[in-house]
C-alpha cells in the first residue's frame, strides 16, 4: 500500500504576528481608580458612584470601572450572594500594613 500526505499540518497554525502587549496597569493605579476606591470607604451603590462622577449609564461605568476593582481584590459587594440586587453597594477593601 502507498500513502499520500494529502497537506501539510503545519500550515494550519500561523505564528503570531507580534507578541501581545504588556499586561495593563492594575486598576489602582488609575486616578479615577483611586478616586472611586475614596469614595467607597462608606459602601456606596452603583448609581451613587456613576452619579459623583457624572456618568449617565451606571451599568457601562460598572462594568468597565468597578468589576476590575473587585476583580484585583480593591472593593468588594456588601451581598456577594446577589451581584445584580438593587440594593447591591460597594466599599474600598482595608488593607492591613504590617
Known amino acids: 500500500m502507498c500513502y499520500i500526505k494529502l497537506y501539510d499540518s503545519s500550515l494550519w ?39 459623583y462622577f457624572g456618568v449617565k449609564d451606571p451599568k457601562f461605568f460598572a462594568k468597565k470601572h468597578i468589576k476590575p476593582l473587585i476583580e484585583s481584590g480593591a472593593l468588594r459587594m456588601t451581598m456577594p450572594n446577589k451581584p445584580t440586587s438593587p440594593a447591591q453597594r460597594y466599599v474600598t477593601v482595608k488593607k492591613n500594613k504590617m
Open 13 to 51: 497554525a500561523t505564528p503570531q504576528a507580534t507578541p501581545q502587549a504588556t499586561p495593563q496597569a492594575t486598576p489602582q493605579a488609575t486616578p479615577q481608580a483611586e478616586q472611586i476606591l475614596t469614595f467607597c470607604m462608606t459602601a456606596r451603590t452603583r448609581n451613587e458612584i456613576a452619579e
